[in-house]
């Protein structure tokens, strides 16, 4: 006869090592080898710790309406019933974080999605040992079906463990970019998509065409509409330079370079559809949309219109 309460314990127990694990990521000497060994050695592990990684989202999601103000309760207006308040406060925390992993347990589709806003980059560590790197002002959705693809809108970075038997599927745009181990960084915006690899190889396909394009290390393929898009050699030390310090760019669309403006910026930047495809090389130092935006049109000769908060590029023989 099955002991309920040992499976309990257990059950337990493998939460508590689930949010151990979670926790542990944010430090530096996190133990990967061990961890991935760990999702490895039993499929409720990979279970406890999807769960885990969805409740940390929604209380980020969250937070405004679970955030107490400390400020507004200085230490002359506590009262000795302050004590009593927290502890509530802690119950009624704690129980609505059961309530949303009983509703994973409880078979509920997930997706979990991660933001970050002007200026922000996030690290997400993926439950196969990958990594994503979210840049300022993106979204990327992980569906808890590992055969489901991740959505990503704006840019991200991806270092994905080796995995034959469990490749990573990323969907931006119409496109959908599948890897098996490798480095490389997807930006979307302007209706343009652009994979550049810094090191393995990557398959792109969209809906419209069945055979996938490979792209390489050292390679980057811009795509826009129905076409097969333009496959270019780029340096791969410009592959996510955005992660730490300025934007750097290697033959890249001004659609794209906009985008990334805008996005890390928080700052309305459009550029005109007539140059959007034009190329462009060089830096731009990260800061307020107006400076950025300043940067790229010295640089490239484009005219700058200021309307109110929003920011347009163009051509300056346009009329």
């Given at each position: 006869m099955v002991d309920g309460r040992r499976l309990d314990d257990m059950s337990a127990d493998i939460d508590e090592a689930a949010a151990r694990w979670h926790l542990a990521q944010a430090?530096?000497?996190?133990d990967w080898a061990a961890f991935?060994?760990?999702?490895?050695?039993?499929?409720?592990?990979?279970?406890?710790y999807d769960a885990i990684?969805?409740?940390?989202?929604?209380?980020?999601?969250?937070?405004?309406a679970l955030?107490?103000?400390?400020?507004?309760?200085?230490?002359?207006?506590r009262s000795p019933r302050w004590g009593a308040w927290s502890a509530i406060a802690a119950v009624?925390?704690?129980?609505?974080l059961g309530l949303l992993y009983q509703g994973w347990r409880a078979g509920e589709p997930t997706v979990i999605a991660y933001r970050t806003g002007p200026g922000q980059v996030r690290t997400i560590h993926l439950a196969d040992g990958s990594r994503a790197i979210l840049a300022p002002g993106s979204v990327l959705r992980v569906p808890a079906s590992r055969e489901q693809a991740l959505t990503l809108d704006g840019s991200a970075f991806f270092d994905v463990r080796h995995d034959v038997g469990r490749p990573l599927t990323v969907q931006a745009g119409r496109y959908t970019i599948r890897d098996v181990g490798t480095r490389f960084d997807i930006a979307v915006g302007e209706g343009m998509v652009r994979v550049a690899v810094a090191e393995g190889e990557v398959a792109v396909s969209s809906r419209n065409r069945g055979d996938a394009m490979a792209v390489v290390a050292g390679r980057a393929l811009t795509m826009q509409g129905q076409g097969r898009g333009v496959l270019q050699p780029i340096d791969v030390s410009t592959v996510g330079g955005w992660r730490s310090g300025p934007l750097v760019y290697d033959d890249v669309p001004l659609g794209l370079v906009v985008a990334d403006i805008a996005r890390a910026s928080g700052t309305a930047v459009t550029v005109d559809h007539a140059v959007?495809?034009?190329?462009?090389?060089?830096?731009?130092?990260?800061?307020d949309g107006l400076r950025m935006a300043r940067s790229l049109a010295a640089?490239?000769?484009?005219?700058?219109r200021v309307d109110g908060d929003a920011i347009h590029l163009a051509d300056r023989t346009a009329r």
């Open positions: 430090d530096d000497d996190m991935t060994d760990w999702l490895e050695a039993d499929p409720r592990h990979r279970d406890a990684a969805l409740v940390d989202d929604r209380i980020d999601a969250a937070g405004p955030h107490l103000r400390a400020a507004d309760l200085t230490p002359e207006r009624v925390i704690a129980a609505v959007a495809e034009r190329r462009f090389s060089g830096m731009i130092a990260q800061g640089l490239t000769g484009l005219a700058l």
